[in-house]
């Protein structure tokens, strides 16, 4: 075919699996939220209960040991090199160790691989178990990459419910009923986003036992580990290797507030060897050849930060984490058209409900958060993309001034397109 000036049309063309709704995560509805409201003549700061990363606030700067530790690896000039594809020794080690103190068993810096984040950990264990005609059960609501990965490596995947009214529970009976004999694993997150759920040891046993009955793996995504608030401690998955083989993924984005420094991992939590026979953690290094790996002066840094991090720097976290998670859980309570049952116990967000017969000119989430951006200055997640439709996402991990202001205006917005009696 000919193209309008003689020559033969262009033969280049576009991955079509790309073609993707940008509304559809949270990085291109915040993007679209952010565009709305770039000519708004609000003098008022932006508040972003959107935001997915506290390190942004001078509150929750990373520890001090942290910060040096990275400083130090760097001005070494040593680690100026390429490492291997799978991370430096000293690295998995730590990361063995680290998960270990948490584990009834011991890793070995065998069972660790470095990643560029837990995003790329998600990637490789998506890609690794992308075989024809298999499926993944992945919680509602959840996180949208997964969905995404999941898409792009032609997994299907089928969602199974968190309950609201049992306190985010994973519906056992769905999961169940959802598995078949293409069922590979099941995805669940601990501490949990969006909902703010940490898991009992009870809960997460059920859930061993049942993919243990199903024959499937487990991925526990811990990318907010140990940053649990409430009555239920943090427990790993892990924990239950022995009963089902558990692929526990991870990362410094969280708990250390330092999602730039792109530092993941993925471990292999299997102390009856059922994954390691299976051939997978072969093609979990294969995955990992192909891509590029963490700074290695960063995983020079990683043994002093996962194994030496000052507990104050812990504590001080939890309480901010903590004051949030309260203030807007007793805040919510003032705006009758946004419901939040549950205190949120852990990570950094909480979801609440919204009563659209209270409004007059919404239409659904999506229109609530452009007409709030657009408005007030206030950004938010819609439910939709997190699963869930006509739900709000919170993030309280911000300043605790930008917290009561965004409240208070949250409020103003609602009081405005209440429906007149
Ligand atoms: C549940 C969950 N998993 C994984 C990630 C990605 O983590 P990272 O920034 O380390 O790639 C996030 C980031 O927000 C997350 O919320």
């Known amino acids: 075919m000919e193209n309008n000036n ?54 929750f700067r990373t520890s001090l040991r942290a910060e040096t530790a990275v400083v130090r690896a760097l001005q070494s000039a040593e680690f100026n090199t390429y490492c291997p594809f799978f991370g430096t020794l000293p690295a998995r080690r730590a990361v063995a160790e680290y998960l270990s103190r948490d584990l009834p068993y011991k890793l070995s810096p065998d069972d660790a691989y470095m990643t560029l984040g837990c995003t790329q950990a998600i990637e490789v264990i998506v890609t690794v178990l992308a075989s024809p005609g298999a499926n993944i059960l992945l919680p509602k609501p959840g996180f949208p990459t997964f969905e995404a990965r999941c898409s792009f490596s032609n997994l299907e995947f089928r969602h199974f419910d968190l309950l609201p009214d049992k306190g985010w529970e994973m519906d056992l009976d769905a999961i169940e009923a959802l598995a078949d004999e293409d069922t590979v694993a099941i995805v669940i997150i601990n501490p949990g986003s969006p909902c703010g759920v940490v898991f009992t040891y009870d809960h997460l046993k059920k859930v061993a036992e049942l993919a243990k009955k199903l024959g499937i793996l487990v991925i526990s995504d811990e990318v907010y580990e140990h940053l649990t608030f409430g009555d239920n401690p943090f427990i790993r998955m892990a924990t239950f290797g022995s009963i089902v083989p558990v692929v526990t993924l991870g990362s410094l984005s969280k708990r250390w507030a330092v999602p730039a420094w792109r530092m993941g991992w993925l471990a292999i939590c299997d102390p009856t060897g059922a994954l390691r026979n299976s051939g997978i953690t072969e093609q979990i290094m294969a995955c990992l050849s ?32 903590r004051e949030g998670a309260n203030v807007l859980f007793e805040r919510m309570k003032e705006i009758p058209c946004i419901r939040c049952d549950r205190k949120p116990e852990g990570a950094i967000f909480a979801m609440a409900e919204l009563n659209l017969s209270q409004l007059e000119d919404i239409e659904d989430d999506v229109d609530f958060c452009f007409k709030l951006a657009k408005e007030e200055s206030v950004l938010m997640v819609p439910g939709v993309v997190v699963g869930v439709k006509n739900w709000l996402r919170f993030c309280f991990a911000i300043e605790p001034s930008a917290l009561e202001d965004g409240i208070t205006r949250l409020k103003a917005f609602c009081q405005r397109h209440a429906k007149r009696q």
């Open 6 to 59: 003689g020559s033969k049309s262009w033969a280049f063309r576009g991955n079509e699996k790309l073609n993707i709704d940008t509304t559809d995560t949270i990085g291109g509805t915040l993007y679209w939220l952010r565009h709305t409201i770039s000519n708004n003549e609000d003098e008022r700061p932006l508040i972003p209960f959107s935001n997915g990363d506290p390190a942004i606030f001078p509150c």
């Open 290 to 321: 192909l891509y590029s790996d963490p700074a290695t002066f960063i995983q020079a840094a990683l043994p002093e930060i996962l194994l030496d991090t000052e507990d104050e720097f812990f504590a001080n976290r939890l309480d901010l984490l």
